[in-house]
């Protein structure tokens, strides 16, 4: 599909990730397409921040986020930094225009409150599991008496509002991809539209934000395909002209899963801290699904937009291969110049050890862990070089110790991962005792946790103390090592 020269103005895309996290390559993979077709058809690309998940979202996420598409050279019209005529473009900060849009569907009939406990819905799914019954909710509140209802709210009763299903066989939808795609209603129940807490759930605030911001066309990852019957009733019951919808492929590893942390590094800092250019990674993640007309695979972001159109993707799953994108990276850089290449090495390594370096108080937080150990100023740099450089140098082999296999060690890696994040006071104490447990938890020796996570933290078996090192680096970077350390195994 392309646009028609008279209609350029109308079409505005979006990019709309939570930031629960680091940023996810996938969400540059989608925030590339969108991109792409905004600037083939002189429209606008918004970026949204879906931060309704209180528990998780994060506000040192939602930078990152931001920063990892900058690098990347992706910019975005309007956004919650740069404001627009659309906003707010953060959905914490659009809690009123949904609650007043979940109102009229509470009035119109589309939607109703379920006072459902979590103790009922429990139940009922060991139930549903049990007779082997379709898994979803049965509607229990779906016609509770005006009075009933009336009396539960009065008593202060927290419910969540869902959706009214409409008792037909089957909802259909184009896909400017796939065609007609169609669902059978019997697949479908009430999904919630209103969580109790009053923050809306992806649908509610999804169809709401992308009609009030004037969303032309949804281009997201095709794991949305499954709401998006939902989406297309929530259109219908407010009366509003549902976007063009267009699903991509989703990023797969090489056994075609869905790409994941554990068989691919997944964070786009990964690939900014281990010196992959910008340009390289566009490239590459341009070739997944999409490709040039004269089959060309060395190409720039202003080339991939003169030549887009929608019907040169592929539907395939398209294979997210690490060590393509490492050629690809070579090549983009032999063909720097001298100069280029000199200026990005000391923007990328250089420039961020003599900052670190030249922070006071960053370097009176280094001196207690090594002042009793020094005999020579020269000696500093050896023991402290790695609380402010990014790159180690340690090979995967010398994270499998004796005993252990890349299997067991990528394993371990992967529940540490989730072990740190989850600690919120980043202090010796705590990560001495939570590491100690974490030992017990995974059956691996001390001493064997202790030797691999030095490697991770520091680059070396002999190091200042462990946990005190860790705390001078921060939660971030030590959780940076540790995907940057799983990365390195994936690559074995």
Same mark, same amino acid.
């Not at 406990?117 to 549903?128: A, F, P, V």
């Given at each position: 599909?392309?646009?028609?020269?008279?209609?350029?103005?109308?079409?505005?895309?979006?990019?709309?990730?939570?930031?629960?996290?680091?940023?996810?390559?996938?969400?540059?993979?989608?925030?590339?397409?969108?991109?792409?077709?905004?600037?083939?058809?002189?429209?606008?690309?918004?970026?949204?921040?879906?931060?309704?998940?209180?528990?998780?979202?994060?506000?040192? *996420?939602?930078?990152?986020?931001?920063?990892?598409?900058?690098?990347?050279?992706?910019?975005?019209?309007?956004?919650?930094?740069?404001?627009?005529?659309?906003?707010?473009?953060?959905?914490?900060?659009?809690?009123?225009?949904?609650?007043?849009?979940?109102?009229?569907?509470?009035?119109?009939?589309?939607?109703?409150?379920?006072?459902?406990? #979590?103790?009922?819905?429990?139940?009922?799914?060991?139930?549903?599991?049990?007779?082997?019954?379709?898994?979803?909710?049965?509607?229990?509140?779906?016609?509770?008496?005006?009075?009933?209802?009336?009396?539960?709210?009065?008593?202060?009763?927290?419910?969540?509002?869902?959706?009214?299903?409409?008792?037909?066989?089957?909802?259909?939808?184009?896909?400017?991809?796939?065609?007609?795609?169609?669902?059978?209603?019997?697949?479908?129940?009430?999904?919630?539209?209103?969580?109790?807490?009053?923050?809306?759930?992806?649908?509610?605030?999804?169809?709401?934000?992308?009609?009030?911001?004037?969303?032309?066309?949804?281009?997201?990852?095709?794991?949305?395909?499954?709401?998006?019957?939902?989406?297309?009733?929530?259109?219908?019951?407010?009366?509003?002209?549902?976007?063009?919808?267009?699903?991509?492929?989703?990023?797969?590893?090489?056994?075609?899963?869905?790409? *994941?942390?554990?068989?691919?590094?997944?964070?786009?800092?990964?690939?900014?801290?281990?010196?992959?250019?910008?340009?390289?990674?566009?490239?590459?993640?341009?070739?997944?699904?999409? *490709?040039?007309?004269?089959?060309?695979?060395?190409?720039?972001?202003?080339?991939?937009?003169?030549?887009?159109?929608?019907?040169?993707?592929?539907?395939?799953?398209?294979?997210?291969?690490?060590?393509?994108?490492?050629?690809?990276?070579?090549?983009?850089?032999?063909?720097?110049?001298?100069?280029?290449?000199?200026?990005?090495?000391?923007?990328?390594?250089?420039?961020?050890?003599?900052?670190?370096?030249?922070?006071?108080?960053?370097?009176?937080?280094?001196?207690?862990?090594?002042?009793?150990?020094?005999?020579?100023?020269?000696?500093?740099?050896?023991?402290?070089?790695?609380?402010?450089?990014?790159?180690?140098?340690?090979?995967?082999?010398?994270?499998?110790?004796?005993?252990?296999?890349?299997?067991?060690? #990528?394993?371990?890696?992967?529940?540490?991962?989730?072990?740190?994040?989850?600690?919120?006071?980043? #202090?010796?104490?705590?990560?001495?005792?939570?590491?100690?447990?974490?030992?017990?938890?995974? #059956?691996?020796?001390?001493?064997?946790?202790?030797?691999?996570?030095?490697?991770?933290?520091?680059?070396?078996?002999?190091?200042?103390?462990?946990?005190?090192?860790?705390?001078?680096?921060?939660?971030?970077?030590?959780?940076?090592?540790?995907?940057?350390?799983?990365?390195?195994?994936?690559?074995?």
């Amino acid at each position: 599909m392309e646009i028609k020269s008279g209609e350029e103005s109308v079409v505005r895309v979006r990019i709309a990730p939570s930031p629960t996290g680091d940023p996810h390559v996938g969400t540059a993979y989608i925030a590339l397409f969108n991109y792409a077709f905004a600037k083939k058809n002189n429209g606008k690309f918004v970026l949204r921040i879906e931060d309704t998940d209180q528990a998780r979202s994060r506000k040192e *996420s939602e930078t990152m986020i931001m920063e990892s598409l900058k690098w990347l050279n992706i910019q975005w019209d309007e956004g919650p930094d740069i404001g627009g005529s659309h906003g707010p473009y953060r959905q914490s900060e659009r809690s009123e225009i949904y609650r007043e849009h979940a109102r009229i569907l509470l009035e119109n009939g589309s939607a109703y409150r379920c006072f459902c406990t #979590k103790e009922r819905l429990e139940k009922m799914r060991e139930e549903q599991k049990k007779s082997k019954q379709f898994s979803g909710y049965d509607g229990f509140c779906r016609n509770l008496p005006k009075e009933t209802i009336d009396q539960y709210l009065s008593e202060n009763r927290p419910y969540v509002i869902r959706i009214k299903l409409p008792q037909q066989d089957t909802i259909s939808f184009r896909d400017e991809l796939r065609g007609q795609v169609e669902f059978d209603c019997s697949t479908l129940n009430d999904q919630i539209l209103m969580k109790a807490d009053g923050y809306p759930t992806y649908h509610l605030a999804n169809v709401v934000d992308d009609h009030l911001m004037k969303i032309s066309h949804v281009i997201r990852a095709e794991e949305w395909i499954s709401s998006t019957p939902i989406h297309i009733l929530l259109y219908k019951a407010y009366g509003w002209q549902p976007a063009k919808f267009i699903h991509m492929p989703l990023l797969r590893n090489a056994d075609k899963s869905k790409i *994941s942390k554990r068989k691919n590094p997944v964070s786009l800092r990964y690939y900014e801290r281990q010196g992959f250019l910008p340009e390289a990674l566009i490239n590459f993640l341009a070739l997944q699904g999409w *490709s040039l007309p004269t089959g060309e695979e060395i190409f720039s972001i202003d080339e991939m937009i003169k030549h887009f159109t929608l019907d040169r993707i592929s539907l395939g799953g398209p294979v997210f291969d690490l060590t393509k994108l490492i050629r690809f990276n070579g090549i983009y850089m032999r063909n720097l110049s001298a100069d280029d290449l000199a200026k990005r090495i000391t923007e990328a390594v250089i420039k961020q050890k003599l900052a670190q370096l030249q922070d006071q108080g960053y370097l009176m937080t280094i001196l207690p862990l090594i002042k009793d150990r020094l005999r020579l100023l020269s000696e500093f740099d050896a023991r402290t070089h790695f609380l402010y450089s990014g790159a180690l140098t340690y090979s995967a082999r010398d994270l499998i110790l004796k005993g252990k296999n890349l299997n067991q060690t #990528k394993n371990m890696l992967n529940k540490a991962l989730e072990m740190y994040d989850a600690i919120a006071d980043w #202090k010796p104490g705590n990560l001495d005792s939570e590491t100690r447990q974490f030992s017990e938890i995974v #059956k691996w020796a001390t001493k064997d946790l202790f030797m691999v996570l030095r490697i991770i933290v520091t680059g070396s078996t002999e190091s200042p103390p462990l946990f005190e090192s860790m705390t001078v680096l921060g939660k971030t970077e030590c959780l940076n090592r540790l995907q940057d350390a799983i990365a390195t195994l994936q690559l074995e």
